[in-house]
């Protein structure tokens, strides 16, 4: 934990370091974990606001494809430098009623844990298309390392890493945001995975029909 990375380096430069070069090394050290473990209890803090439910201030009509075009050009160049193809696929207009804020981190961590298990030349492929009238699928599929089955069942659990993701980085704390942000806007997710060949995870939520007035 970043905590005990602090306490580590502190307890090393005290006992064995001289130089100030040394001194400011770790001073240096100890601020990036201490954003690392801000970044770990915003995002517990968002978690716990919205498993208690969006607030309706913040809600509206939401374009999905439009949060899909903006997360794609987002991780495009990460893709990019993996040699890994990002492919989206748009098939429906796709509106639903909520937070788009928190949409987009939804969007943004399944695109980036897909792309950081995905190895070079891969392949992840986004689909955006709607189920019947009244449910919008959100897809993100990969070929990468996939989860192991005993893996899976907890894989949204709050920082759950499995064997194989903990040489990534990471707090394991973004399926479960994932999962709070879907469920809080009256949908889920579910995955399907396995080892060496991929996995895909599917984000269920109830559509809405378009008001042109706004």
Do not use: W
Not at 68 to 85: M, Q, R, T, V
Request: one cysteine or more; aromatic letters at 4%; glycine letters at 8%.
């Amino acid at each position: 934990s970043p905590i005990a990375r602090i306490r580590g380096l502190a307890e090393v430069t005290l006992t064995k370091s001289q130089s100030a070069d040394e001194f400011q090394q770790m001073a240096a050290s100890t601020i990036e974990e201490s954003d690392r473990l801000l970044e770990m209890i915003n995002t517990m803090l968002t978690i716990s606001r919205t498993e208690a439910g969006v607030h309706p201030d913040r809600c509206a009509q939401v374009d999905l494809a439009a949060i899909i075009d903006s997360a794609c050009d987002l991780f495009g160049p990460l893709a990019e430098d993996k040699s890994i193809e990002l492919r989206k696929q748009i098939h429906d207009a796709a509106h639903v009623y909520g937070d788009q804020r928190m949409l987009q981190r939804m969007a943004a961590n399944l695109i980036d844990n897909a792309i950081k298990y995905t190895d070079a030349g891969g392949l992840v492929t986004i689909e955006l298309r709607r189920d019947g009238a009244e449910c919008i699928l959100l897809t993100v599929t990969d070929n990468g390392m996939g989860i192991a089955p005993e893996d899976q069942v907890k894989i949204f659990h709050r920082f759950y890493r499995g064997d194989q993701s903990r040489s990534q980085s990471g707090s394991g704390l973004g399926l479960s945001l994932v999962q709070a942000v879907a469920r809080a806007h009256g949908g889920d997710v579910r995955v399907e995975s396995s080892p060496q060949k991929g996995t895909r995870f599917t984000v269920t939520m109830p559509a809405i029909a378009i008001d042109p007035k706004t």
